[in-house]
């Protein structure tokens, strides 16, 4: 069981990320504006992170100055404010299972570098282009498309949807436009990854960290908010079904699975938990077909597979060069320990003997 844990674990992290994305695009549905979610999601993962990081740190956190401060402010800006207001109008003018396959553009635009002289350099520019041609698939090639047998009708636009157009997504314009804002979104993304990653250096408090994240981004989300909707009704929560993607969303993903996707990066590494990427694409497309009543596409179904693809041969070019690398940070002594290992472990020496 132990061995299978972090498995589980990594699956859990994507299926909480895919009820997300399903819950969000069914709000959207019914009419919810975006960036009041986004306030709210955000308030509601401040509340919980915010204790949380009182008991696990208390009095042993990291002295916060006012420079630290700043950047992380201007880092949820990017990576969650700007990020998820973008994302939301993506999915209204595209699909949940859409939005899903994009994610997985995220481990391709953090590369650090490429050596296009050697074998895992072409593959992860192979990756690239891979990639880059799933993405053109998905905005401009639609092809026939297969509606669901059945699904709950609850969760189809209605009338009352953001901006008055019930049928985003069945504009070729709006299709493209969305295409183009998830690809921005996933840029914004793979900048605060980087860029999260530098500031931990220096301040690796990380549930103090997240929680200053969450209370600037919904102090932005409000200004964003309150400046964009005006209407007291899309304000309002309510015991109903807003108020439970509200909670799910701030709590279940931006707390709990922020604390799983760390633990399986830090027993199996991030290529152990990106190459699980591919299971919140299939969970968020079945839950796109069945509850919101999507219909799938052959262009989006061609498009992502092409994602997925772009995604492993980045990946196997990632895990390869951090090989030869840890390789090369060896004493000689040790390299050629481990070259005599993997000779003496080679098929073509197997079989001479």
């Not at 993405?135 to 008055?164: C, E, I, M």
Request: net charge positive; hydrophobic share 50%; aromatic share 10%.
């Amino acid at each position: 069981m132990g061995s299978k844990k972090p498995f589980l674990v990594a699956l859990l992290v994507h299926a909480l990320s895919s009820g997300m994305i399903l819950l969000s695009k069914a709000v959207f549905n019914m009419g919810m504006n975006i960036s009041a979610f986004v306030f709210y999601r955000q308030v509601a993962g401040t509340i919980f992170m915010v204790p949380f990081a009182m008991v696990f740190e208390g009095k042993h956190a990291m002295p916060l100055s006012i420079l630290t401060f700043f950047k992380i402010f201007m880092l949820a800006s990017l990576g969650i404010t700007l990020t998820l207001n973008i994302y939301g109008v993506a999915l209204i003018y595209t699909s949940a299972s859409l939005g899903a396959a994009t994610i997985n553009c995220i481990p391709i635009i953090t590369m650090e570098k490429v050596r296009v002289k050697t074998v895992p350099g072409i593959a992860k520019v192979a990756g690239i282009m891979v990639c880059m041609a799933g993405v053109v698939t998905l905005a401009f090639y639609k092809g026939p498309a297969s509606k669901p047998p059945f699904h709950l009708h609850n969760f189809r636009p209605h009338s009352g949807a953001q901006d008055g157009d019930h049928d985003h997504a069945s504009s070729s314009k709006n299709w493209i436009i969305g295409c183009f804002l998830l690809l921005a979104s996933c840029i914004c993304w793979a900048l605060w990854l980087v860029l999260q990653a530098h500031i931990l250096k220096s301040y690796p408090s990380k549930p103090t960290f997240t929680s200053i994240q969450c209370l600037s981004s919904a102090v932005q989300s409000f200004i964003v908010a309150i400046a964009l909707e005006r209407d007291p009704r899309q304000w309002k929560l309510g015991w109903n079904f807003r108020l439970l993607a509200v909670v799910y969303c701030g709590i279940f993903v931006t707390g709990v699975a922020y604390y799983l996707q760390a633990w399986v990066i830090a027993k199996k590494g991030p290529v152990f938990h990106a190459v699980m990427m591919p299971s919140n694409l299939i969970m968020t497309s079945l839950g796109s077909v069945f509850l919101l009543g999507e219909t799938i596409n052959l262009g989006s179904v061609l498009g992502a597979i092409m994602l997925v693809i772009s995604l492993y041969s980045v990946l196997w070019g990632k895990s390869k060069e951090q090989n030869v690398d840890n390789v090369g940070s060896l004493p000689a002594e040790n390299q050629t320990q481990v070259k005599e290992t993997a000779v003496s472990s080679s098929p073509r020496t197997s079989l001479s003997t």
